[in-house]
């Protein structure tokens, strides 16, 4: 298991000082992240070998986000190569060990010149010690979507949603998405299912849809292709 402390900062807080959803996929990702990077096998190693993992689909459980201020503990492990896939859990923690929030993560290892997917290399098994996996109630990674969608107003990619792969960042869906959701919605599970990369000045066209409890948004190509499908249950 590789660990980060740290506390909610102001500018990862909504309008009631609690830590954003957005912000919250970003602390999980920042640890995979900062793993990687002590192992040896950061953004420059895969920069050298053209390579870089995507996150293919998400699963975050959320019991309580914490507060501006707040004392957390961030975790993953890695607990399954198969094949191009790699699955990763998360969670946050307040130092007391109460867990917060909890995911599943599937990511794909990409080659960067032919865009196709690569199996893990020796040195990825080797460092990557696997752990058992997080017991928790595993959703499946594909997401329906529904028929009842309505559009939202389009808009275009900017540089601030690229990541260092030079393509939207995953985080940034979630905080394209959660502006379909009213102000006062309390997400106990969030899904997001990863179809396509957006990049630079695309065009991303959103659809919405109510379906009792579940929120489903996914972002599109004005041709209709679909780049992310976000499922979000009320708590």
């Known amino acids: 298991m590789y660990s980060f402390t740290g506390r909610v900062r102001y500018s990862e807080t909504d309008s009631d000082e609690r830590l954003t959803l957005a912000a ?16 040896g096998l950061g953004v420059k190693y895969l920069q050298r070998v053209h390579q870089a993992w995507v996150v293919s689909a998400w699963q975050i459980v959320v019991d309580e986000l914490p507060m501006l201020c707040d004392e957390i503990r961030i975790c993953t492990c890695p607990y399954a190569f198969k094949g191009f896939l790699g699955y990763r859990n998360f969670w946050m923690e307040r130092p007391d060990g109460q867990r917060l929030a909890w995911a599943n993560a599937v990511w794909t290892l990409l080659d960067m010149e032919t865009m196709l997917p690569v199996r893990a290399s020796e040195e990825m098994h080797e460092k990557y010690v696997l752990e058992p996996k997080l017991d928790m109630e595993y959703a499946p990674r594909k997401i329906l979507i529904p028929e009842n969608g309505v559009a939202q107003d389009s808009f275009i990619v900017q540089r601030q949603h690229l990541d260092s792969n030079h393509h939207v960042n995953n985080a940034q869906y979630v905080k394209m998405a959660v502006q379909y959701l009213p102000e006062d919605y309390q997400t106990g599970q969030l899904r997001v299912e990863y179809k396509s990369q957006a990049h630079l000045n695309d065009v991303i066209c959103p659809m919405a849809a109510v379906n009792g409890n579940v929120r489903t948004v996914w972002l599109n190509s004005p041709e209709g292709m679909t780049y992310a499908i976000l499922e979000f249950t009320q708590e």
């Open 24 to 39: 919250l996929t970003d602390y999980f990702q920042d640890c995979s992240t900062f793993q990687s990077e002590e192992l």
